[in-house]
């Protein structure tokens, strides 16, 4: 079965630090990598996905992800955090070919940004 | 930008009572999921649904449990008999395939 897991519970860091949180999953096949966001009292949204190409990809509100396959790896980076990235971020695994298509979440970073 | 439509936004119900909670995907995503997530927990998933017919569905999903289409826009989310345990914030999504899923804002529902 498909597993994820998150480094860091919580993460405090003052506005314009860089960030870093990490994201290791466990299955052996191809997979779908994801990183959703979760501002307080809002729904999940995609911030960037993983299919296959080029393992550094980038998102929304410059956040980049990198595919580490021999580490089983898809860490979340930005340069420079602002106040308003203040939020849960989740890390999430489908493995294609399921016919479910089913996304496995990891538990989820806080993030806080202190002004 | 389209979106996943969930309502009520909160729903406060009684042991025992049966819920529904409801869902309009994107119009043109094939497969439906629905996930909670209690409080401090992670999101967790329930089920999918393609094709009319559930694809996949967790240990969570048990009998208490059932999802419809009931036409061709909405999906649901029923819940029999509540328990306090079922208290949770519940996530509707789709994708049109193998692809990222769109999530709804979530449905809160407590349970007293």
């Known amino acids: 079965a498909q597993s994820v897991s998150q480094h860091n519970h919580h993460v405090i860091l003052s506005e314009a630090a860089s960030l870093e949180l990490g994201c290791n999953y466990s299955y052996g096949g191809t997979v779908n990598l994801f990183w959703y966001v979760q501002y307080p009292g809002q729904h999940l949204q995609l911030l960037l996905k993983?299919?296959?190409?080029?393992?550094l990809v980038k998102g929304i509100k410059g956040f980049e992800a990198e595919f580490i396959k021999s580490k089983f790896s898809f860490n979340l980076r930005k340069p420079s955090v602002q106040w308003s990235d203040t939020a849960e971020y989740f890390c999430?695994?489908?493995?294609?070919?399921?016919?479910?298509?089913?996304?496995?979440f990891g538990p989820g970073t806080r993030l806080s940004v202190l002004p | 930008e389209p979106e996943v439509t969930q309502t009520p936004s909160h729903q406060v119900t009684q042991m025992g009572q049966e819920v529904i909670l409801r869902c309009v995907p994107i119009s043109n995503h094939l497969y439906f999921y629905w996930y909670r997530q209690i409080l401090g927990q992670k999101v967790e998933f329930l089920v999918s649904f393609y094709n009319n017919e559930i694809s996949e569905k967790s240990e969570i999903f048990d009998d208490q449990f059932s999802v419809e289409r009931p036409d061709g826009s909405n999906f649901t989310l029923k819940i029999r008999s509540t328990k306090l345990e079922d208290s949770a914030m519940y996530f509707c999504?789709?994708?049109?395939?193998?692809?990222?899923?769109?999530f709804g804002q979530g449905t809160r529902l407590t349970v007293v």
């Open positions: 993983y299919f296959s190409g080029d393992p």
């Open positions: 999430a695994v489908n493995a294609p070919g399921n016919y479910g298509q089913n996304f496995v």
């Open positions: 999504a789709s994708s049109v395939g193998t692809g990222s899923a769109f």
